[in-house]
């Protein structure tokens, strides 16, 4: 069965970068669609960015040239390049594979101001 880890998150103040890493392992796994989404404190899961398995991404429209989706199908790892963080970006991150709507555990991300 495959398993989603993310790691990376941590907390950093307004302006700053992160790098956040999902690992897919098991026995058995192929790459797939991949996706990162975010929930911030009491708000509902939202879209981050998606990736296909040839590289082409999708980042959200409110993220588009801070954030960056990237892969490396040969470590079967999919990564989430943050910069210029604000607060509002404050939240749990979680991987998704798409083709199996399977979701990693997350991985918190604090901003302060």
């Known amino acids: 069965q495959v398993q989603l880890v993310e790691s990376g998150g941590g907390l950093v103040q307004a302006g700053g970068s992160l790098r956040l890493s999902c690992v897919a392992s098991g026995s058995i796994f192929t790459p797939n669609p991949m996706a990162w989404y975010r929930q911030g404190p009491g708000k509902e899961r939202d879209f981050v960015a998606s990736i296909a398995v040839g590289g082409t991404s999708h980042v959200a429209d409110s993220m588009r040239g801070r954030f960056t989706i990237s892969r490396d199908n040969a470590k079967s790892t999919v990564y989430l390049e943050m910069n210029g963080l604000r607060p509002d970006d404050t939240g749990v991150y979680y991987c998704?594979?798409?083709?199996?709507?399977?979701w990693g555990q997350g991985t918190q991300v604090t901003v302060s101001s």
């Open positions: 998704k594979d798409v083709r199996f709507q399977l």
